[in-house]
């Protein structure tokens, strides 16, 4: 798995970085109050529903259904099948654009309760409708995207979703350049959302390749109707780490400024989640998919057990260090412009508490290609919906006492009732289990991410004070600096301990697969 893996990595650490570089603008443009909670409500109903299809959610009913029509009737079948899911999802999609449109004051209502009654109501209302049209070129970049991956086309799903990114940067830098009024701001940075989704749909469509799905039909027979029984619970499921902050932000709705503060803090703990959880369910759903079609229970064995061991060696000492550095990178990359102290104090506070939840998200990645390659999305669902009521139930009493501390803890609360679920599902289900040499590394995995934070801590606390008066650049150098050694540090542990073999590592890096853009 090392190479797609890397791959899909790769493309999603890109897409995150330049996020990053996004949302720095956003929060210098809109700062925190009411223009950007109304501006980021909107916008995180967008981005769940682009993550819920685009970032390997459609593989969960896709591409074991896509495999096992390719096998049994051959790849003219298999594409029209594709075409058939491809007009169908594009047109309910357009539909249910228009009638989320319709309907937007109530469902703004919805999910942000405390808007209600005040002016960031119309402006969350009016950001949102214009984000809409995305909605349409959503539909064919998801199955395209599903197809690609099905096909070990990895390369070309994985960086396409930059360009969503690239453009709302682009609108940002000239917005800086030419500043106008926040509210004005917010609509010509919502309106761009529809234009970014356009391009990536131009890509993908560009390179996609003769015949991946044609004829191009929409049809709502036994056979589609069947796939999107499977597919909407699999999407959901698969969407679990963004319908918690939904959840925390309804709960956070009706304080200013905290919908922001949770916002930002969820930036941070979704680059090591996209890194590995994205790219866990974009390559281990084909591949489980074809030893369970294969009946190969070694090499499901394996998968599963490499998944976890994966999952947490990367998830682990990225929660410790987003909890050990949580204020010098939280002021490094927003406390610029209208994002003053108090907001970084507050959104630093929030990271802490949230990377709490990043190694069961990254679980429930890493076990949920199991059910999906089973063709059993309906677990999943019911895991992430059990998670999500129990994050939603904690958020209020803590947030009423401990502030967006409270609401973050509320979530990552919600993340391990989540995992806990679906392990016991997996146990009950197929009999999930991780074979002895995994336990021993996942307890060497720990020992040595311990080690790392300790050491991190040390290095955070005598060197970044040298450049805390420092221009931006160096303080950045400064902060890289001692998350590089950090990196360095658990890498020349997991070595010592044995747990990574780096002449193993090059011989899979190096071993010829199907891997293409």
Do not use: C
């Not at 459609?58 to 009737?73: C, G, H, S, T």
Request: charged share 10%; proline share 5%.
């Amino acid at each position: 798995m090392i190479r797609p893996l890397l791959t899909v990595s790769s493309g999603t650490l890109a897409s995150r970085l330049l996020g990053f570089v996004r949302d720095a603008l956003v929060a210098a443009l809109l700062g925190a109050g009411p223009v950007a909670d109304a501006f980021l409500v909107a916008f995180q109903l967008v981005n769940v529903i682009r993550r819920l299809l685009t970032e390997g959610a459609l593989n969960a009913a896709l591409v074991p259904a896509w495999l096992r029509l390719r096998e049994a009737e051959g790849q003219v079948a298999a594409a029209a099948f594709a075409g058939r899911v491809l007009g169908t999802v594009s047109t309910a999609l357009v539909v249910a654009a228009a009638l989320i449109g319709l309907a937007m004051p109530l469902l703004i209502a919805l999910l942000a309760p405390g808007f209600v009654g005040g002016p960031s109501l119309t402006l969350a209302v009016d950001d949102a409708r214009l984000m809409l049209p995305y909605l349409a070129f959503a539909g064919p970049v998801t199955v395209l995207m599903g197809i690609l991956n099905a096909q070990q086309r990895f390369a070309l799903t994985a960086f396409s979703p930059l360009l969503f990114n690239l453009a709302l940067i682009a609108v940002m830098v000239a917005l800086l350049l030419r500043p106008r009024d926040a509210a004005d701001a917010a609509l010509l940075m919502a309106a761009t959302i529809g234009i970014a989704g356009l391009l990536q749909l131009a890509m993908l469509a560009w390179r996609r390749g003769d015949a991946v799905a044609t004829p191009l039909r929409v049809s709502f027979d036994a056979e589609m109707r069947g796939f999107f029984a499977k597919a909407v619970p699999g999407m959901l499921a698969n969407s679990g780490p963004q319908l918690l902050i939904v959840g925390g932000a309804i709960v956070a709705s009706g304080s200013p400024a905290l919908v922001s503060w949770l916002y930002f803090a969820n930036r941070l703990i979704e680059l090591p989640l996209g890194i590995v959880g994205t790219a866990m369910g974009t390559v281990l759903v084909p591949q489980l998919s074809r030893a369970v079609q294969g009946d190969d229970t070694a090499a499901i064995a394996q998968a599963e057990s490499r998944a976890l061991e994966l999952a947490v060696g990367l998830a682990l000492p990225a929660m410790l260090g987003l909890i050990v550095l949580r204020e010098p990178i939280v002021r490094l990359l927003f406390e610029h412009g209208a994002f003053g102290a108090a907001d970084a104090a507050a959104t630093a506070q929030a990271l802490a508490f949230l990377a709490l939840g990043l190694p069961a998200h990254v679980a429930v990645k890493a076990i949920a290609p199991a059910f999906f390659a089973r063709d059993n999305t309906s677990a999943p669902l019911r895991a992430m919906l059990g998670g999500l009521g129990l994050a939603i139930v904690t958020a209020m009493p803590l947030g009423a006492l401990f502030g967006v501390g409270g609401i973050a803890a509320a979530v990552a609360l919600g993340a391990w009732g989540s995992a806990g679920l679906l392990i016991r599902q997996a146990a009950a289900s197929f009999g999930f289990a991780i074979d002895v040499s995994a336990r021993r590394r996942l307890l060497l995995i720990a020992a040595a991410a311990l080690a790392m934070a300790a050491l991190l801590a040390l290095k955070a606390r005598f060197a970044l004070p040298l450049v805390a008066g420092a221009p931006l650049a160096v303080q950045a150098l400064g902060l890289g600096l001692v998350i590089a050694g950090g990196v360095i540090i658990y890498g020349g542990l997991l070595m010592l301990a044995g747990v990574v073999n780096p002449s193993e590592l090059l011989r899979a890096l190096r071993r010829p697969d199907r891997l293409r853009d």
